[in-house]
Nanobody, 123 residues
Framework: QVQLVESGGGSVQAGGSLRLSCAASGKFYSSYCMGWFRQAPGKEREGVARIDSVGRTGYQDSVKGRFTISQDNAKNILYLQMNGLKPEDTAMYYC?????????????????WGQGTQVTVSP
């Protein structure tokens, strides 16, 4: 069974950077989509970046040019490099995965989730 564990969250000032990591353990899928989602208090969970097993990436417009998703297949780690952080990026960030190439941002299709890591950006 796949397990995901996020790390790397914290508090930064606007304009700062953070790198989130998501370590995957267990028997992983040969074809998969992994994504980073975030959820702010009182808001719905939204996908911000995704990558599949062949390295194709996708980003929501709100983070394009600022966030970069990548993966280290040898270490089974997913990363999210976040630069130019804004107060509106403040949220709990989750990594998630499902067994197929990426075709949706809908959280309901992602079958495995980490516990989340908090990102707080102050003005």
């Amino acid at each position: 069974q796949v397990q995901l564990v996020e790390s790397g969250g914290g508090s930064v000032q606007a304009g700062g950077s953070l790198r989130l990591s998501c370590a995957a353990s267990g028997k992983f899928y040969s074809s998969y989509c992994m994504g980073w989602f975030r959820q702010a208090p009182g808001k719905e969970r939204e996908g911000v970046a995704r990558i599949d097993s062949v390295g194709r990436t996708g980003y929501q417009d709100s983070v394009k040019g600022r966030f970069t998703i990548s993966q280290d297949n040898a270490k089974n780690i997913l990363y999210l490099q976040m630069n130019g952080l804004k107060p509106e990026d403040t949220a709990m960030y989750y990594c998630a995965a499902y067994r197929a190439y990426c075709y949706t941002w809908s959280a309901q299709y992602y079958s495995v989730w980490g516990q989340g890591t908090q990102v707080t950006v102050s003005p």
